[in-house]
């Protein structure tokens, strides 16, 4: 499966929801969306369904810079390192 980012602007900010499978070669998509986003901004990762560890280590990075990945499946956070409590739902 393919990427899809959507740039959402909320009352409370501005969220990108991204669908599919985070691989390494959907990198730079993301990449180069989140250059153009106004910090401070959320992830929507409810329908984030893959990622390999390229991808999980670029959303670790993300939650380290500030970030707020919601919406985390069980399997997504446990690679992350995030217990349940950890998990902001979107």
Known sequence: MDIRLSVIQT????????DG???AARLPMLETTLATLKKPFALDLSELRASDEEGIRALR?????????????????LRLG?????????
């Open 11 to 18: 009352d409370s900010g501005v969220l990108l929801k991204v």
């Open 21 to 23: 499978t985070l691989t």
């Open 61 to 77: 990075t993300l939650r380290e810079e500030g970030a707020d990945l919601r919406g985390l499946s069980p399997l997504i956070a």
């Open 82 to 90: 995030l217990s349940n409590d950890d998990v902001e739902q979107p």
